[in-house]
């Protein structure tokens, strides 16, 4: 057979199979490698190459995802959620060392039950890219991955149905109404009243700098008008905040007073406008460095990026993409829009340089090599280009390399090299499929197992009872440090609250960067140790 029919042939088959629903469960892009193991059993060769260049695609991408809420998931008030993701890769690694001690397992085999069991494909990648025997690398996923999904989907499914309580029902639901009037953008007049800012700009007053708030228009004459270019506070100038309520009430604290005036009537349609940032001129810089008021007349009111909309502050930094709502006259809106680009068609089309370039930065850093007395080590295929996508994805861009894509070129990206990766891994790994099976027979199976089950017990119990996190809290970021998207499907599908959302995606990035990372260095410990 042509080696690369061949290959279409397995991917296209697993891409079907993929799609075929369980009660609720389905394997994804993850059921070619099912595919591909049978194949390479029966004599199916590709061409050398594929698997190395789907991989570096593949977590190249998966970085750039990743990094906008990495490094700001260890920082900020999702620590906690970041932290139980870290405990329960932790949990897993230990687990699979002592399965591996005491069932004598070979180190890359033991590393693909790990990879498989808590269903992380980047791992796959990492611990096969520098593995001598990757087919027992595939194997031990191939066996381990369904394992890992049943797993977190049926704790998910009886957590809910045996932690299920009325109290935790109305915590939830006072949770989320709370969450959602901070976060809902409002607008609300405010009465100059403190002597201390008065013939000051705004973008002199440090509140401002720090707090996701802007003033908006300011009160002449009974009719609500954009805020000049040239504006100072003067006593009792009524102007108009716009941000969630906790900022409105600091900032309103600095001014003087917020009123009671619900006569606000806005010319929207010829003072308010909405531009798509595509000019290097603009995106890099904040709204601090860009002085957009003082030099164009103009107040940027809201920022919609990557689906989420949020009210700037003077350190906000403007990206690639970013869609702004600004509020000014018209001659000054006309004039702004040639300024920022306004080229929507450009938000569809990849850089190419930048994908390539990143990518060949990340492989070169892969290969750099540290030794550890006896053990060398170097990032590899996998972990380069996933460093470089993290540093990437947080700064968005360095130097002429973009840190972003369109959502479609993305995933397309993403899931592509995911394909040719499995596809490559389990045809080299089929021809010894049954070997390996044979040899360590059912044991695999109830490794498998201990390696799903252990660090959800763990993660689970120390999100309820040591961090007193809810019941939807604490199965959001047991399923994100599992790295399972089923198991958060699942929950979503049981309840309506966003907690377990949010909870999820600030576990979701930490534990899918340390699996990939402590997964083939827990493979060369345990050669080390052998």
């Given at each position: 057979m042509n080696p690369l029919l061949g290959l279409l042939g397995v991917i296209a088959i697993g891409l079907a199979l993929g799609r075929i629903s369980f009660y609720g469960i389905s394997f994804g892009t993850s059921a070619i490698l099912f595919v591909a193991l049978v194949?390479?059993?029966?004599?199916?060769?590709i061409t050398e190459g594929f698997g190395n260049l789907g991989l570096a695609l593949f977590v190249y991408c998966v970085g750039i995802s990743a990094g906008p809420t990495f490094f700001r998931g260890l920082a900020a008030r999702g620590r906690v959620m970041a932290l139980l993701g870290g405990?329960?890769?932790?949990?897993?690694?230990?687990?699979?060392?002592?399965?591996?001690?005491?069932?004598?397992l070979p180190a890359e085999l033991a590393g693909?039950?790990?990879?498989?069991?808590?269903?992380?494909?980047?791992?796959?990648?990492?611990?096969?890219?520098?593995?001598?025997?990757?087919?027992?690398?595939?194997?031990?996923?191939?066996?381990?991955?369904?394992?890992?999904?049943?797993?977190?989907?049926l704790f998910v499914q009886l957590s809910l149905k045996f932690?299920?309580?009325?109290?935790?029902?109305?915590?939830?639901?006072?949770?989320?109404?709370?969450?959602?009037?901070?976060?809902?953008?409002?607008?609300?007049?405010?009465?100059?009243?403190?002597?201390?800012?008065?013939?000051?700009?705004?973008?002199?007053?440090?509140?401002?700098?720090?707090?996701?708030?802007?003033?908006?228009?300011?009160?002449?004459?009974?009719?609500?008008?954009?805020?000049?270019?040239?504006?100072?506070?003067?006593?009792?100038?009524?102007?108009?905040?716009v941000g969630n309520p906790s900022d409105i009430r600091r900032v309103a604290e600095t001014l003087g007073h917020l009123t009671q005036d619900d006569n606000v009537v806005l010319d929207a349609d010829r003072e308010r406008k909405s531009v798509v940032v595509t000019s290097p001129d603009i995106y890099g810089y904040s709204l601090k460095d860009l002085s957009l008021r003082s030099r164009y007349g103009v107040t940027v009111v809201r920022v919609r990026r990557h689906e989420m909309e949020f009210v700037p502050s003077g350190k906000t930094q403007i990206e690639f993409g970013d869609t702004l709502t600004l509020v000014g006259e018209t001659a000054a809106l006309a004039k702004i829009e040639s300024v920022v680009g306004h080229r929507p068609r450009a938000l569809?089309?990849?850089?190419?340089?930048?994908?390539?370039?990143?990518?060949?930065?990340?492989?070169?850093v892969g290969n750099i090599s540290i030794d550890f007395g006896r053990i060398s080590m170097s990032l590899g295929i996998a972990g380069g280009p996933l460093i470089v996508g993290l540093i990437l994805g947080h700064f968005r861009r360095i130097g002429p390399i973009r840190g972003s894509f369109?959502?479609?070129?993305?995933?397309?990206?993403?899931?592509?090299?995911?394909?040719?990766?499995?596809?490559?891994?389990?045809?080299?790994?089929?021809a010894d499929l049954g070997a390996v099976l044979s040899e360590h027979g059912v044991g695999l199976g109830f490794t498998a197992t201990a390696i799903a089950v252990t660090p959800l017990i763990v993660g689970f119990g120390i999100a309820r009872y040591r961090f007193k996190l809810n019941l939807l809290q604490s199965l959001g970021a047991t399923c994100g440090g599992m790295t399972s998207t089923p198991g958060l499907a699942?929950?979503?599908?049981?309840?309506?609250?966003?907690?377990?959302?949010?909870?999820?995606?600030?576990a979701y990035p930490v534990a899918l960067v340390m699996i990939t990372v402590a997964a083939p260095l827990l493979v060369e410990f345990l050669k080390w140790a052998y």
């Open positions: 194949a390479g059993h029966y004599g199916l060769t405990i329960i890769v932790l949990t897993g690694v230990v687990v699979t060392w002592t399965s591996a001690k005491l069932l004598d693909g039950l790990m990879a498989g069991a808590m269903t992380s494909t980047p791992a796959l990648g990492a611990i096969s890219e520098s593995a001598t025997d990757p087919s027992s690398v595939a194997v031990g996923f191939g066996v381990a991955y369904p394992i890992g999904i049943i797993a977190v989907v932690c299920h309580s009325p109290d935790i029902d109305e915590s939830t639901r006072v949770a989320d109404a709370a969450m959602l009037d901070e976060t809902r953008i409002q607008r609300h007049a405010v009465a100059i009243a403190n002597p201390g800012i008065v013939g000051r700009r705004p973008s002199d007053v440090d509140t401002f700098l720090n707090s996701g708030c802007q003033i908006s228009r300011i009160r002449v004459e009974g009719r609500w008008r954009p805020l000049p270019a040239e504006y100072c506070f003067q006593f009792e100038d009524h102007l108009l905040l569809n089309e990849t850089d190419l340089l930048s994908l390539v370039g990143g990518i060949a930065f990340g492989i070169m369109p959502p479609a070129a993305q995933l397309l990206m993403t899931e592509g090299g995911l394909a040719l990766f499995l596809a490559d891994a389990g045809i080299k790994a089929g699942v929950l979503t599908g049981a309840n309506d609250s966003s907690q377990c959302v949010t909870s999820y995606v600030a």
